[in-house]
């Protein structure tokens, strides 16, 4: 099993960037190795989607939204998941989750990742 928890967020002016993090915690014999791992975001007033995906080889996926904008990265030996944003705008205002699944790979589906952290808020004002 693997626990989660997401830090980093905050607020900034549109066209700034932030860096969010999610170290992860794992229970033999699980380790870094074992998931796959993702971000996710949800505003107030929509659904959960995916943003980025990364695979245990280090193959990204991202949303049409943030393509050429957001970087999904992990450092296998922190343990941590990190998700760069630039050039933010207020639309990608939301509640930003890690997420990890052990079978499901590379996607940006809400129902294909089981272990998930709490979240952290990212505002940004025009």
């Known amino acids: 099993q693997v626990q989660l928890e997401e830090s980093g967020g905050g607020s900034v002016q549109s066209g700034g960037s932030l860096r969010v993090s999610c170290p992860a915690s794992?229970?033999?014999?699980?380790?870094?190795?074992?998931?796959?791992m993702a971000w996710f975001r949800q505003a107030p007033v929509n659904e959960r989607e995916g943003v980025a995906a990364?695979?245990?080889?280090?193959?990204?996926t991202y949303a049409d939204s943030v393509k050429g904008r957001f970087t999904i990265s992990q450092d296998k030996d922190k343990n941590t998941l990190y998700l760069q944003m630039n050039t933010l705008e207020p639309e990608d205002s939301a509640m930003y989750y890690c997420?990890?699944?052990?079978?499901?790979?590379?996607?940006?589906?809400?129902?294909?990742?089981?272990?998930w952290g709490q979240g952290t808020q990212v505002t940004v004002s025009s």
């Open positions: 990364i695979v245990k080889d280090g193959r990204t």
């Open positions: 794992y229970t033999y014999p699980y380790n870094v190795y074992t998931y796959c």
């Open positions: 997420a990890a699944d052990g079978l499901w790979c590379g996607y940006l589906s809400v129902g294909k990742y089981r272990y």
